[in-house]
Each structure stands twice: as structure tokens, then as C-alpha cells.
């Protein structure tokens, strides 16, 4: 069982870019550098993300997609938090939470890579 954060975590400063790197970090992307947001935001930007098909997004700027300032630390955190649901308490103090993932959507997500497979 996956799990993402709650909407009230997603909605914390700069946490969407972190839940995408985590999310990067996890699953085996597709050609066009697509990961499946749509499984973990209930809303995707289009000014920042094209929607390919069903849950898969990739970003409308690669270049911009990969000079990220990013905290280390709360990826890895995050990275953690959607394997195992267990709550944390975010660099900057806030609390993240995470509920189960629905299993009609995580049956669709690709693979784990090798480091977090279970």
C-alpha cells in the first residue's frame, strides 16, 4: 500500500515541488520525462505541467524542471512518507500527514524503483 500526502500537507509552502521530486525519485518516469502526478495532486498547473493521458504529467520546461532549488532532506522524508503513510514534521515545522492511496489508482502506478521496491 502507497500513500500521499493529505490536501492540507500538499497545500504548505513549496511542498508541491518537493511531493514532485519525491515522486521523481520513486517511480520509473516515462520517455517524455511524465510522472504520475495526477495519482498524488488532485489538481496538476497546466503553466507548469502538460497532461499526456490519465494521471501522467511532464513538465512544460524541462530545463526549469531540473534547476529546482529542493530540500534534500524533506524529499527524502516525503520519499519515505508515501511508502509507509508515517506522519513527520516538515524542516520548517509544519506536520505531514498521509492517507492511503486509492487502490484502483496506485494498481496503475509503474514500478518502484529498485531502492524502494518492497
Known amino acids: 500500500m502507497l500513500f500521499?500526502?493529505?490536501?492540507q500537507s500538499r497545500q504548505y509552502p513549496n511542498m508541491p515541488q518537493h511531493?514532485?521530486?519525491a515522486i521523481h525519485q520513486l517511480f520509473v518516469?516515462?520517455?517524455e520525462l511524465a510522472l504520475?502526478?495526477?495519482a498524488f495532486f488532485d489538481?496538476?498547473?497546466?503553466?507548469?505541467?502538460?497532461?499526456?493521458?490519465?494521471?501522467?504529467?511532464s513538465p512544460v520546461d524541462?530545463?526549469?524542471?531540473?534547476?529546482?532549488?529542493?530540500?534534500?532532506v524533506l524529499v527524502e522524508l516525503i520519499c519515505e512518507g508515501i511508502?509507509?503513510?508515517q506522519p513527520f514534521n516538515s524542516p520548517s515545522g509544519f506536520q505531514i500527514e498521509f492517507e492511503p492511496l486509492d487502490p484502483n489508482i496506485e494498481a496503475r502506478l509503474p514500478c518502484l524503483r529498485a531502492p524502494f521496491a518492497q
Open 4 to 7: 500521499k500526502p493529505t490536501a
Open 19 to 21: 511531493i514532485t521530486a
Open 29 to 31: 518516469t516515462r520517455d
Open 36 to 38: 504520475p502526478l495526477g
Open 43 to 57: 489538481k496538476v498547473t497546466s503553466k507548469l505541467w502538460l497532461h499526456r493521458d490519465d494521471f501522467w504529467y
Open 62 to 72: 524541462s530545463i526549469a524542471y531540473n534547476r529546482r532549488d529542493l530540500d534534500d
Open 83 to 85: 511508502c509507509t503513510g
